[in-house]
């Protein structure tokens, strides 16, 4: 079975502009969550989408957003992107959504802001 | 607001010996905890979970402890090797957290051989 694929690996990207992230999870699991990690701060939750709704969100600004297909594959955006916004993007999936279980992560997409 | 937390950045251990990581959280509500092992340019992968109603759990050479009362919890690795090394995060979840899963900021194992 195909893991969690998230596209692009690595990017870099200058103040002001905006990016998509995307991720394909694992055939049968509907629920896609995001996280970013930074140095010292672990993995921040961004948000979690289960059948295309989003069920639950972090603490970000709205400059982040995200969004799920029918296929399940899922997509963040940042918007007008900050210095501070340069992070590792992580990705994971799960057969079901309510926390608890095992989350399966992709390989992340690195964000270099300059 | 760090719902869980682990306050060692990293842990240096002889090849052998045990690894103690340990994890604090702030809310009782919280059901389950799991731990993650990250390496380098990878995804962090599930490693080992527990739930509330549970006291330890075991698999291999890993065991998960968990003090509800002190809410705090602990991975142990016995014994160590070198392909250990790695980051370990901790992770809880539950209603408290609005079922969404919170991640601690990690611990930095080495394992010396």
């Known amino acids: 079975k195909a893991g969690v694929t998230q596209t692009p690996r690595y990017l870099i990207k200058t103040r002001g502009q905006q990016v998509t992230l995307s991720c394909s999870p694992i055939?049968?699991?509907?629920?896609v969550s995001w996280y970013q990690q930074t140095p010292g701060q672990g993995l921040q939750f961004l948000f979690e989408?289960?059948?295309?709704?989003?069920?639950n969100k972090g603490n970000f600004p709205g400059r982040f957003s995200g969004r799920q297909f029918s296929n399940s594959r899922s997509e963040m955006n940042v918007s007008t992107l900050e210095l501070g916004d340069s992070a590792l993007y992580l990705c994971?999936?799960?057969?079901?959504?309510?926390?608890?279980?095992?989350?399966?992560f992709g390989e992340g997409s690195r964000l270099t802001v300059l | 607001d760090q719902q869980v937390k682990q306050n060692s950045p990293s842990l240096s251990v002889q090849e052998g010996r045990i690894s103690i990581l340990n994890c604090d959280y702030t809310?009782?509500?919280?059901?389950?905890f799991l731990w993650y092992k990250k390496y380098p340019a990878e995804g962090p992968t599930f490693l080992i979970s527990?739930?509330?109603?549970?006291d330890k759990n075991e698999d291999g050479r890993f065991t998960v402890f968990l003090n509800k009362s002190a809410k705090h919890l602990s991975l142990h690795i016995v014994p160590s090797q070198p392909g250990d090394s790695a980051v370990y995060f901790c992770?809880?979840?539950?209603?408290?957290?609005?079922?969404?899963?919170?991640f601690g900021a990690g611990t930095r194992l080495f394992v010396k051989a």
């Open positions: 994971a999936s799960s057969p079901r959504t309510g926390g608890g279980g095992e989350l399966f």
């Open positions: 992770a809880a979840a539950g209603r408290t957290g609005g079922f969404k899963t919170i």
């Open positions: 809310n009782s509500m919280f059901d389950y």
């Open positions: 989408y289960f059948s295309e709704t989003q069920r």
């Open positions: 527990i739930s509330s109603i549970k």
């Open positions: 055939s049968g699991h509907r629920s």
